[in-house]
């Protein structure tokens, strides 16, 4: 779609610090925190502080695992190319990062964002078999706002910051956490906000980009998100039949009661 690739031999020396920094820290950070899922995929990506992922190698162990594959893109892409590439088993990466003094935040996801924490979870099946059926869903809705609205809500609370309980309690797997030493320490604390997997309530919040989330939604497993297809299918087909377009679904919740 892009025809980019990964040029290793541009890497500098300040990259190779970032991705060295950001990869102790939060391995480091999230030995009792992530997913055993999250970890194995790490493993068997063989991603290490002293290396840059390769992205050659990462499609290697993709096609073994669940056949999907890393596209290059330039950074954010449309949201029509974002899910076209996740439909055809493309997950789209940038292959930049981040500079020293942007290390604990950037509003921009960056290679460490989309490698360390998203590309891991690509070698189990139930994960990317949701986000391929997510991808087609939207699809099919692509020019209303209000649908894809609604399913970047769920991409957000799924993909982006969801929660998973294990038999060793509750673990990351969403990748926006997993970036984040932060967020990482909150969304398991006291004070955050945890509930049971639940597509209408997800459907019908908001999200925030520049602060921690007020709510998380934990599943039991990722055969669940995948369970929830059909659902978040029906959802979405009701909800663009039965709201007004110019209803402000920023202001207030949605009913999917009507």
């Not at 950070?29 to 995929?41: D, H, I, P, T, Y």
């Not at 390769?54 to 950074?75: C, H, M, R, S």
């Not at 663009?240 to 377009?245: D, E, F, G, L, T």
């Amino acid at each position: 779609m892009y025809n980019l690739q990964q040029d290793y031999s541009k890497y500098t020396q300040e990259d190779l610090l970032v991705w060295k920094l950001l990869f102790q820290r939060q391995k480091v950070l999230l030995q009792n925190m992530a997913s055993k899922e999250f970890f194995k995929g790490l493993d068997e990506m063989n991603f290490s502080e002293d290396k840059i992922a390769d992205f050659n190698y990462v499609n290697q162990v993709l096609a073994k695992t669940t056949g999907w594959q890393i596209e290059v893109v330039p950074g954010l892409i449309p949201d029509k190319d974002f899910f076209e590439l996740l439909a055809d088993k493309k997950f789209p990466s940038s292959t930049w990062l981040r500079k020293l003094e942007n290390l604990d935040y950037l509003e921009e996801p960056d290679m460490f964002h989309d490698c360390f924490a998203h590309m891991p979870l690509l070698t189990e099946q139930f994960f990317v078999d949701y986000l391929q059926a997510l991808s087609k869903i939207a699809l099919k809705h692509i020019d209303d706002a209000l649908a894809i609205e609604l399913i970047g809500r769920i991409y957000w609370f799924t993909v982006e910051f969801g929660l998973i309980k294990e038999k060793e309690g509750i673990r990351i797997y969403g990748a926006g956490i997993l970036s984040s030493s932060g967020e990482s320490i909150f969304c398991l604390s006291d004070k955050a906000n945890r509930q049971p997997f639940d597509i209408k309530t997800i459907m019908g919040k908001h999200y925030y980009k520049d602060h921690f989330q007020d709510r998380y939604y934990v599943i039991n497993s990722y055969k669940d998100l995948f369970d929830a297809i059909p659902e978040i299918d029906k959802l979405i087909e009701n909800a663009v039949a039965r709201i007004p377009h110019e209803k402000n679904i920023y202001a207030t919740p949605l009913d999917f009661n009507l």
